[in-house]
């Protein structure tokens, strides 16, 4: 039996991340921003959370946009995990150097797991959701953010056309990323109740593609592909894939942009008491007479 397709080198991304955790509080824009957003997407849900596990904690941004908030009243014990020790270095809390591909948590440890910015990296991803939501007591919560599949586009289209250009075909530089849909469908597969996805995108100015790519690596978010072309890119390949980059991705005033879609995942461990939908035709009562209104036919058959 066939094992999940070896999509990323977790080993040189663990690397990377470790080599970027100096200098990460300078450059973790984004991922302060999807903390952020976890920490409002706590605040309307009326129950506490004893025990709380943030998957991917990197610098601990959620701990951070967690503080001082109502929304930090709602938990008890906040733990930390991460691939990456260096990461999780100075940080006060309990914290365990953790591979999101083999959880080592027992089963019904905690009520609430946040993962904000680490999930795209894994290479079984609905393998990860079920060990998540296994993890998780009945009627537990799981709030994700993960790079979507419009992430980098301005980037990998003009990659792939300098090498193109140049050298008669390319290879893939940039890392892949997830669609919503599909998002949607794995939360469902890996067995979360009443699951909800939508979707953020956000828009980066930068003087010029290198400074986009120095980012990147600061962030430990370069490319680490299993696959990955064995020959580097050239100088060459790079500075046309710079002139195509500003030639259809600049603005006005020469600054190039960079996208970056961030998806947002919510579900709930199954739980006897949770809502569930009704069965197609067991309404009593016609949305016609709730709205007041004439009902159109639309030429189906009446049933019995």
């Not at 100096?22 to 952020?36: C, I, S, T």
């Not at 990860?128 to 979507?148: E, H, K, V, Y």
């Not at 067995?191 to 909800?196: C, E, H, Q, R």
């Not at 009704?278 to 309404?283: I, K, N, Q, T």
């Amino acid at each position: 039996m066939t094992g999940p397709p070896r999509i990323f080198d977790r080993f040189l991304h663990a690397k990377r991340l470790t080599r970027a955790a100096g200098a990460y509080p300078k450059v973790n824009f984004l991922k302060r921003l999807a903390a952020e957003d976890l920490v409002a997407r706590l605040g309307p849900i009326r129950r506490d959370f004893a025990r709380a596990l943030d998957l991917g904690a990197r610098d601990g941004s959620f701990a951070q946009a967690l503080h001082a908030t109502p929304a930090a009243l709602k938990l008890g014990r906040l733990f930390e995990a991460d691939l990456s020790l260096a990461m999780l270095a100075n940080r006060g809390g309990p914290s365990v150097v953790a591979d999101e591909e083999r959880l080592p948590f027992a089963p019904a440890r905690f009520d609430l797991v946040v993962s904000s910015l680490g999930l795209h990296w894994v290479n079984d991803l609905i393998g990860t959701l079920i060990q998540i939501r296994s993890i998780l007591r009945p009627d537990g919560l799981f709030l994700g953010a993960l790079l979507g599949g419009a992430t980098l586009t301005e980037l990998r289209t003009s990659l792939m056309a300098a090498e193109t250009e140049l050298l008669g075909g390319a290879g893939p530089r940039v890392s892949p990323f997830v669609d919503a849909i599909d998002a949607g469908a794995l939360l469902q597969r890996s067995g979360f109740a009443l699951p909800v996805v939508d979707t953020d995108r956000i828009t980066v100015r930068y003087k010029q593609p290198f400074a986009l790519m120095r980012e990147l690596r600061a962030m430990g978010e370069a490319s680490a592909l299993f696959d990955a072309p064995l020959k580097p890119l050239t100088r060459r390949v790079l500075s046309r894939a710079c002139e195509i980059y500003g030639e259809r991705f600049a603005a006005p005033d020469g600054r190039i942009t960079a996208t970056f879609e961030i998806i947002n995942l919510t579900g709930w461990a199954p739980h006897p008491d949770q809502p569930r939908p009704l069965r197609p035709g067991s309404a009593r009562t016609r949305l016609a007479d709730a709205l007041r209104t004439a009902e159109q036919s639309a030429g189906e058959p009446t049933r019995p």
